[in-house]
């Protein structure tokens, strides 16, 4: 029997399955896993269920328009790649793929600060709209360093993140033995042998690491020194003020990545931030923290129009996207999706996973009878508990 290619997945959870049998566990866990008892991972993606999608009859829909403007650009779907750390572990392309891809499909890739490439190598993948993913550092060096390469590498955004004052615990990570450097066991080598395609690439290229750090550590740079750094250089003691000055040296679109409170949301939007995203770091971080879903509606209320507003977790479907949207969002970040397809076959795997996406959200606004994205609302929804 011929093993399933990527191109043969029908819908994310295919390319999951398919990335599954691909990638080392311990590996695969660090894309799907989330904190302690995964409470709020699971439920950024079954928090959807409570929306029934209500079609309306009689609506010409001959003509379907899934694009929309996020924060001063016009994009092909309501799609934004959410930053992930070190994708290179996953498949050797990591962002060569990754990157080329969100371009080739017209939605925005968000350069995690700890990518495994470059803030410049990977402004010279794809003409596509590019964000980046910072943080408040301790070292405020750091920061300015990050804002000016952005300038001159084409970033078109900068996406703020706000709520890791530390790495949330990870017990499926600490189970497996994920760490910096890697210590084999038995298991875990005996798992490596049978993913032969992933491991004959991992030893035949270099080990991936923080491009974006390479040149802020003296001495040694091995990958846990600067995963080390990392954690070091995480400010526990960020203000609004430093979010303003962030601002104020961007000087460009600029969103702030982490908000679960109508608060929070509602002072950004006063500050003069052009995107909320709303965000649990795809349950990575506190435990029983909200789904976004939950508290999309009470934030967007508390916007008012301030603002954008976009979803970030939990998306798996075309009706996610559309439920988001009808609740006020004006696009979907996700990021496990694209690392699935990446697991399960490279480029070729993320595209598969942009166009099952896309295909989704056209199929199923038709059958909702909607023409535009930009035309759905709450009337096309009912809440079931």
């Known amino acids: 029997m011929t093993a399933r290619t990527a191109a043969q997945c029908h819908n994310i959870d295919e390319l999951r399955s398919l990335a599954a049998r691909k990638v080392p566990k311990l590996l695969f866990d660090f894309i799907d896993g989330g904190a302690e008892d995964e409470v709020t991972l699971r439920r950024s993606s079954t928090g959807f269920e409570q929306y029934q999608l209500v079609p309306h009859n009689f609506v010409d829909v ?66 596509g709209p590019k964000w980046f993913q910072i943080y408040v550092w301790k070292d405020r060096a750091i920061v300015r360093d990050f804002i000016e390469r952005c300038k001159l590498s084409g970033f078109s955004a900068l996406c703020l993140t706000v709520d890791v004052p530390v790495t949330g615990n990870r ?7 994920l760490a910096m450097p890697l210590k084999p066991t038995l298991p875990m080598v005996l798992d490596m042998l049978r993913k032969p395609a992933w491991l004959y690439h991992a030893v035949r290229n270099p080990t991936p690491t923080l491009a974006n750090l390479l040149n802020r550590v003296e001495g040694n740079t091995s990958s846990a ?43 950004a939007a006063e500050m003069g931030f052009d995107a909320i995203i709303v965000s649990n770091h795809g349950g990575r971080q506190l435990d029983h923290a909200p789904a976004p879903i939950d508290v999309l509606p009470e934030i967007v209320a508390a916007v008012d129009g301030r603002a954008q507003v976009i ?6 479907r075309g009706t996610d996207v559309l439920k988001a949207l009808s609740l006020g969002a004006t696009a979907c970040m996700a990021g496990r999706p694209y690392l699935y397809g990446l697991g399960a076959g490279g480029r070729a795997g993320v595209e598969r996973a942009m166009e ?19 035309n759905l609302g709450p009337q096309y929804l009912r809440q079931v508990n």
Request: proline residues 4%; charged residues 25%; hydrophobic residues 40%.
């Open 62 to 127: 001959s003509e379907i328009d899934i694009s929309t403007v996020v924060m001063g650009r016009k994009i092909a779907a309501p799609l934004i790649v959410s930053p992930t750390g070190l994708p290179k572990l996953f498949h050797h392309t990591g962002e060569e793929s990754l990157v080329p891809a969100a371009g080739l499909h017209d939605i925005p890739y968000t350069l995690s600060s700890a990518a495994s490439t470059s803030i410049e190598g990977v402004g010279n993948l794809s003409s």
């Open 225 to 267: 020194d600067l995963a080390r750094y990392t954690e070091e250089q995480l400010d526990k003691s960020v203000s609004w003020d430093d979010a303003a000055q962030m601002k104020e040296q961007w000087g460009g679109p600029l969103a702030i990545k982490g908000v679960l409170r109508a608060e929070d949301a509602s002072r």
């Open 171 to 177: 017990e499926r990570d600490v189970r497996n033995g």
């Open 311 to 316: 979803l970030d977790g939990g998306i798996r």
């Open 356 to 374: 099952i996406l896309k295909a989704e959200i056209r199929r199923d606004l038709m059958l909702l009878g909607c023409a535009k994205v930009s």
